[in-house]
């Protein structure tokens, strides 16, 4: 279970998140949607720790994880992909994989295990396979389609282990067909892993196909949660974000 409780944040007179309270099922697929400025990366960075909260709590698994460091954070199995994927440029997708299956058993980011074990290669190899790049594993990472990149991001993330998973726009910048190649893999690896998933996604269409449950934030603020049909009809939601042809939104 991820819970968060009352959760505010100001950046000088800016309230970027106001006493915001959710919580999360496990094995659950949510979407966090809502106009820009609306504080869905902040929400993100406070969870993960990349920002610390001024006030409220994070639950997961029951201890309040508010204060404690990105890396440990991770290490208690919070993972997440960016926006702009996160990748080592200079490493194989095989070899960025390995290195991050021996960081995390080891308990030590390093980038210095030249010679990872055979467990740690034989799970790089099933997290390739699970996200489709086993046919780019020995390709260098920086020359990776844009859409490759975001999967590699992804794996890095599932390496750790996470049983909580954030995905900040895992479609941005991608076509139509693309966006929608994407957005099924991560649903089969939301079947297949059994994670609890939260994503942060633009494209209302993706959003209402696959999200079982949709929180909307305004100016830090919840206005609304609810499935898709009970967000897609909102008054609330239509004025602040969907616009009045939300109703036609399949």
């Not at 920002?51 to 994070?58: I, S, Y």
């Amino acid at each position: 279970m991820l819970e968060v409780r009352d959760l505010t944040k100001s950046f000088g007179g800016v309230h970027a998140m106001q006493g915001v309270s959710l919580s999360f099922a496990d094995g659950s697929l949510s979407a966090i949607i809502g106009p820009n400025g609306a504080g869905k990366t902040t929400f993100f960075n406070l969870i993960s720790g990349k920002l610390r909260a001024d006030t409220g709590q994070v639950i997961h698994d029951g201890t309040d994880i508010v204060g404690m460091k990105p890396l440990e954070i991770v290490r208690r199995g919070i993972g997440r992909a960016f926006q702009i994927a996160s990748l080592f440029p200079e490493l194989t997708v095989r070899q960025s994989l390995a290195t991050a299956v021996t960081s995390h058993q080891r308990g030590a980011l390093s980038l210095g295990s030249r010679f990872p074990s055979r467990q740690s290669r034989d799970r790089a190899d099933g997290i390739m396979e699970m996200v489709d790049l086993s046919s780019k594993a020995d390709v260098t990472a920086k020359y990776l389609p844009h859409g490759d990149q975001k999967l590699l991001d992804v794996a890095l993330a599932l390496a750790m282990e996470p049983t909580v998973l954030l995905l900040d726009e895992p479609t941005a910048g991608m076509g139509s067909e693309e966006r929608w190649k994407m957005i099924d893999k991560v649903r089969s690896l939301w079947r297949q892993t059994g994670i609890t998933l939260l994503f942060i996604e633009h494209d209302m269409d993706i959003v209402f196909e696959i999200a079982e449950r949709i929180d909307v934030l305004k100016y830090g603020q919840v206005l609304a949660s609810g499935n898709a049909e009970q967000i897609r009809t909102n008054p609330d939601v239509i004025e602040a974000y969907l616009g009045v042809d939300a109703g036609d939104v399949a």
